[in-house]
């Protein structure tokens, strides 16, 4: 033990070395003062544990004198817990006190530590008589202990999320008070002699802080869960509800349409690619990230809309026009493709043909990437002829996306087209808006666009383009500028955009485009339109009134039908063959013709054997 003034007159050095000694001082770069300090205090930490454990041993036997006791606060505390349990047991039971009272009877509380040693061992005995004698007050202490767990059990009932906090405060305070007991015994180091009078005590002080704690604490809880009790239960049944993970299980298709904003929206065909309820939301981030554009069909994993969200939105990003959207982000815009002639032919004679098929597949065939027109009157059986087209396409080609766009048609003929047809079927009827007709042609357009972009051979099927640029004249501001017929000078330029964008793509995918033109219905208009379109296409196919109505079909006017660059597309015996035939048809009229044609087409099974019976 060193005094102050002992330690001003050594040198740093030798307090340095004092310090070493003890291993927790830090002296390094410390002033003198402050070292002396430090050595100081751990004297005197080093002298009072021992003091405060005979002190408190002695004390906890002794009731009037705990006050003495300042420095250690956890036992004083442990002390007023003691006492007030043991005047809550006078009260209740009488027995048990006076076999409590007996041996907690120190006289000297000042004692030196070898009597306190003496004062220990009574207690010990008088411990181990207890728990002989009181057989009936273990019983209350289960009662107590059983009323614990019923109210623990009912505040887990009522609220599941309070219950673990309210029994992590209980162990807590009950770990507390077990250490502050304990204290005594672990800093002596009498470990198994000590620990069998600790234990008891601490079961009594368990089963008397229980009655304390129910009262006071559970009804402050159980106001609290009462007033909380809905907000919970509408947060148990929002944590159930979401147990039900259905974020990466909802997976769904369509077609992006952008908004001036920067994010889209994936629009169904089921509505015609127009707003809806089922549209699916795509923010502007994932727009980027995969470099989409208006018309991209996206595949991918959608959740529910959250509170405040009123559309599903994308997740996760599957397919783009059924590619990968790692390969898809590199494709070459539709702009930037070289557009060649078509030199795949398709097969239209072969499964589910018509005679109206294997007369379009000799005089004029089709090729992928084609542009062509059907010029035709009214009731000449345009419709009809399409939809044979549609189902040999389907039928011989399943490799090639079809789309079937109607604009301003009969309803009844849409269901008949939907029905029939195996493709997508998209129809804008007469009875809604010019806008209308013009945003779902559009959208058709830039999807099919975005499909060749990726390799993929479209082929659109449009009746009737007359109407679609009458749509675009409705919607055109005006220039200013009419041509005859009341048509404005610039709105033929979007029908002529959607009509060129037809084209064979060299080393890469095809759209083809085979529209219906009206002529001679008494309108001035229509007959602007077609002769705006007339030299447009490189394969057409002329409609005769006279064949239809002689009930002659396919009332085609074989003579002024062909397609341009039909070498590409025929073989060189076919392609012989067909200009003999021409030559031998160009002597008869429209009528005569069609009728010879269709008597021999019926007498033969395909193509092949109508040639070889033309040269006998």
């Not at 009072?48 to 002695?58: C, D, F, I, S, T």
């Not at 509505?271 to 089922?278: E, G």
Request: with cysteine; net charge neutral; hydrophobic share 35%.
């Amino acid at each position: 033990m060193f005094d102050i003034s002992a330690l001003k007159e050594m040198k740093l050095s030798e307090l340095q070395e004092i310090a070493k000694l003890a291993k927790t001082i830090k002296f390094n770069g410390v002033k003198k003062d402050t070292l002396i300090s430090q050595i100081l205090a751990h004297q005197e930490e080093t002298a009072q544990p021992p003091v405060a454990q005979k002190v408190n041993e002695v004390v906890e036997d002794d009731k009037p004198k705990r006050a003495r006791i300042v420095p250690v606060k956890k036992a004083a505390i442990q002390k007023n817990t003691v006492q007030k349990n043991l005047v809550f047991e006078e009260e209740k039971e009488s027995k048990t006190t006076e076999i409590l009272d007996t041996p907690i009877t120190p006289e000297a509380p000042e004692a030196p530590v070898a009597e306190s040693k003496e004062t220990v061992e009574p207690v010990k005995t008088s411990e181990k008589i207890v728990p002989e004698k009181k057989g009936s007050k273990i019983i209350k202490f289960n009662k107590s202990a059983y009323e614990k767990k019923v109210a623990l059990q009912k505040e887990k009932e009522a609220a599941k999320e309070v219950a673990p906090e309210a029994e992590i405060s209980n162990e807590n305070s009950a770990e507390t008070q077990n250490e502050t007991s304990t204290n005594t015994t672990s800093e002596k180091g009498e470990a198994p002699v000590q620990v069998k009078k600790t234990n008891p005590n601490q079961n009594k002080q368990n089963t008397n802080q229980n009655p304390n704690q129910n009262p006071n604490q559970n009804p402050n809880q159980n106001g609290n869960n009462g007033n909380q009790n809905p907000n919970f239960k509408n947060k148990k049944n929002n944590f159930r509800d979401s147990d039900f993970e259905f974020d990466g299980i909802i997976e769904s298709e369509g077609v992006l349409e952008m908004m001036p904003d920067g994010y889209g929206f994936l629009r169904s065909s089921d509505y015609n690619y127009l707003a809806s309820p089922d549209d699916i939301y795509l923010s502007t981030s994932q727009i980027r990230l995969f470099g989409l554009k208006t018309g991209d069909t996206v595949k991918g994993v959608v959740r529910p809309p959250k509170e405040g969200e009123k559309f599903f939105p994308l997740v996760r990003v599957l397919k783009i026009n059924g590619h990968d959207p790692q390969v898809v982000r590199d494709r070459v815009s539709f702009e930037h493709l070289t557009p060649v002639f078509p030199s795949e032919k398709f097969k239209l004679a072969e499964k589910q043909s018509t005679i109206s098929t294997r007369i379009i597949d000799l005089f004029s065939p089709i090729g992928k990437g084609q542009r062509g027109m059907i010029v035709a009157q009214p009731k000449t059986g345009k419709t009809m002829l399409l939809k044979d087209i549609a189902n040999a396409i389907a039928a011989n080609h399943p490799e090639v996306y079809l789309i079937v766009l109607l604009i301003d048609e009969r309803p009844e003929e849409v269901t008949d087209m939907q029905r029939s047809v195996r493709g997508e079927v998209i129809a804008s009827t007469f009875d809604r808006e010019p806008q209308e007709h013009v945003k779902i042609a559009n959208i058709v357009l830039e999807k099919a666009k975005r499909l060749v972009e990726c390799g993929h051979d479209v082929v659109i099927l449009l009746d009737s383009i007359t109407r679609l640029a009458r749509a675009y004249n409705t919607v055109q501001p005006a220039s200013g500028k009419v041509l005859s017929g009341g048509v404005d000078a610039n709105a033929l330029q979007k029908p002529k955009r959607f009509f060129g964008a037809a084209r064979n793509v060299e080393n890469g995918g095809s759209l083809s485009i085979i529209a219906t033109a009206l002529t001679e219905t008494g309108s001035k208009m229509d007959e602007v339109i077609f002769e705006e379109f007339k030299g447009t296409g490189n394969m057409e196919l002329q409609l005769d009134r006279k064949i239809a109505n002689k009930r002659i079909f396919p009332a085609i006017d074989l003579t002024s039908s062909s397609t341009r660059r039909d070498d590409m597309l025929l073989d060189e015996k076919t392609l012989q063959r067909m200009w003999i035939m021409r030559k031998y048809l160009s002597d008869m009229n429209p009528v005569e013709a069609m009728d010879f044609i269709n008597d021999r087409f019926k007498k033969t099974k395909n193509n092949e054997e109508f040639l070889i019976s033309m040269n006998d």
